[in-house]
C-alpha cells in the first residue's frame, strides 16, 4: 500500500538527474505532475516505457511534466547503477527527468512498491491518480483502459479522474538489504 | 535436462518466481499452447524461492520455460537470481511474458 492517499499533498524530493542537474517535484508547479516509480532492468517498465514517452508527447502542451525515478538496489541489480541509467534514457530519447533515488528515501517516504508505479499529482499538489499505466503491459495495441491518460485528460479539464486508484503491475523495487 | 522421456511427451519445465505478476499467465499461455496443438508433455511446475535455489537452478529470471531442458528464449547470461525475465518478441518489443508463437516454436524444435 502506498502511503500516500489519494487528495494527501505531494512530498518533496530533490534528486539527481541522468542530465547531472538535480531535480525537485517543486521545480514542476504546472498542471500537473507525474512521478513514475521505475528502473532499467523490470520487464513491465521496458514493456511501458516507449507508452512513458508517448504520453510525455502527448500532454507537454498541457503543462504534464513526467518524473521517473529509480530506487532500485543497484549492488544486486548493475543493470540499474546510474551510468546503465544514463545509458538507457540516451537509448529511448527520454523526454522526462530520470532521477536517482541512491537512499531509497523516497520510494518509502511515498510508499511506492512496483516499477512502474504511478502517482499523479495536480495544480495544487493534491495526489489524483495512483497505479498502473493502463491495463495491458503485454500489447499496447490491446489496451482498453488508458488509466493515466484518462486520469490527466480530467485533470487538464479540472475534473475528477473517473478511475483514481488501480493496482500497480511490475517487478517489485529492490529494496536494499541493510 | 536435455533428455526426450520414453514415451514421447516432451518435457517442460515451467519455473517461476511469485513476485513477477506474469507467471500466472504465462502458464495458461503454455498450457493454451500444448492444448491447441495437442502436445503430449510433462509439464513440472517449479517455484523458485530464493537466490541460491536460483543459482542452483540457473534461473535468469520469472516466468522461463524449459523444453526438455532448453531455453524457449536462449539467453547468454549467467547472471542467475530472483528477478522477472524481459522477453523479446518477434517485433522486437520487450515483454514480461513469452509470446504464443515463441512457446510454439520452442515444442516444435527437436531437442
Keep these: 500500500m502506498a502511503n500516500l492517499k489519494i487528495g494527501d499533498k505531494a512530498i518533496n524530493f530533490t534528486l539527481i538527474g541522468t542530465d547531472s542537474m538535480k531535480h525537485s517535484l517543486s521545480d514542476?508547479?504546472?498542471e500537473c505532475a507525474v512521478v513514475i516509480f521505475s528502473c532499467n532492468h523490470c520487464p513491465y517498465v521496458r514493456a511501458w516505457e516507449d507508452r512513458m514517452v508517448a504520453i510525455q508527447a502527448d500532454y507537454a502542451s498541457k503543462g504534464v511534466h513526467l518524473i521517473a525515478i529509480n530506487s532500485n538496489d543497484a549492488e544486486h541489480y548493475p543493470e540499474d547503477n546510474f551510468e546503465n541509467m544514463k545509458a538507457?534514457?540516451?537509448e529511448k530519447h527520454f523526454n522526462f527527468p530520470y532521477l536517482r533515488d541512491e537512499d531509497q528515501k523516497v520510494a518509502k517516504l511515498y510508499g511506492a512498491q512496483r516499477t512502474p508505479e504511478v502517482f499523479v499529482f495536480d495544480r495544487d499538489s493534491k495526489l489524483r491518480y495512483h497505479g498502473a499505466i493502463d491495463d495491458n503491459y503485454d500489447d499496447p495495441s490491446a489496451v482498453k483502459r488508458h488509466y493515466l491518460r484518462n486520469a490527466l485528460d480530467a485533470i487538464v479539464g479540472r475534473t475528477k479522474p473517473p478511475v483514481p486508484e488501480t493496482q500497480p503491475v511490475g517487478c517489485t523495487i529492490k529494496w536494499k538489504s541493510n | 535436462m536435455g533428455v526426450r522421456l520414453e514415451t514421447g511427451k516432451r518435457r517442460v519445465t515451467f519455473l517461476y518466481w511469485d513476485e513477477c505478476q506474469s507467471h500466472d499467465e504465462a502458464l495458461a499461455r503454455l498450457r493454451k499452447v500444448l492444448s491447441e496443438d495437442r502436445i503430449d508433455a510433462q509439464?513440472?511446475?517449479?517455484r523458485v524461492r530464493s537466490d541460491e535455489e536460483a543459482n542452483r537452478l540457473q534461473f535468469t529470471g520469472s516466468p522461463t520455460i524449459l523444453v526438455d531442458g532448453r531455453d524457449i528464449q536462449a539467453t547468454n547470461t549467467t547472471h542467475y537470481g530472483l528477478s522477472c525475465r524481459a522477453?523479446?518478441?518477434?517485433?522486437?518489443?520487450i515483454s514480461p511474458l513469452p509470446s504464443e508463437a515463441m512457446i510454439r516454436s520452442a515444442l516444435k524444435r527437436e531437442s
Excluded at chain 2, 509439464?43 to 517449479?46: I, L, T
Aim: net charge negative; aromatic share 12%; glycine share 6%.
Design chain 2, 43 to 46: 509439464v513440472e511446475v517449479v
Design chain 1, 88 to 90: 538507457r534514457a540516451k
Design chain 2, 87 to 93: 522477453y523479446q518478441l518477434e517485433d522486437g518489443r
Design chain 1, 28 to 30: 514542476y508547479p504546472d
